[in-house]
């Protein structure tokens, strides 16, 4: 069974910048669409960003857009998701899951806190 470890959240003011890496065990992640979800406190999670097997492709929602980046490295098994310009709205617990996202395969989630 796939498990997906994040990290590399942290506070940061906002304006700031940070890298979240989603460390994934398994054989078929080079081979599977991977997202980034987020879920700030009192809402749904998100979907924040989404990249093709190949990394050929990526999709973002518009809040995000111009300002995160995601990527990947299928021989290291990693995905990663760099944030630009952080904004205070930006404040939520970061998952990452395989697209669309599998209930079993949630992780822990890494929290990122943006300051004003």
């Known amino acids: 069974q796939v498990q997906l470890v994040e990290s590399g959240g942290g506070l940061v003011q906002a304006g700031g910048s940070m890298r979240l890496s989603c460390a994934a065990s398994g054989r078929t992640f080079g081979s599977t669409t991977m997202g980034w979800f987020r879920q700030a406190p009192g809402k749904e999670r998100e979907l924040v960003a989404v990249?093709?097997?190949?990394?050929?492709?990526?999709y973002y929602t518009d809040a995000v857009k111009g300002r995160f980046t995601i990527s990947r490295d299928n021989a290291k098994n990693t995905m990663y998701l760099q944030m630009n310009s952080l904004k205070p709205e930006d404040t939520a617990v970061y998952y990452c899951?395989?697209?669309?996202?599998?209930?079993?395969?949630w992780g822990q989630g890494t929290q990122v806190t943006v300051s004003s």
């Open positions: 899951n395989t697209n669309p996202p599998r209930s079993s395969t």
């Open positions: 990249i093709i097997w190949s990394g050929g492709a990526t």
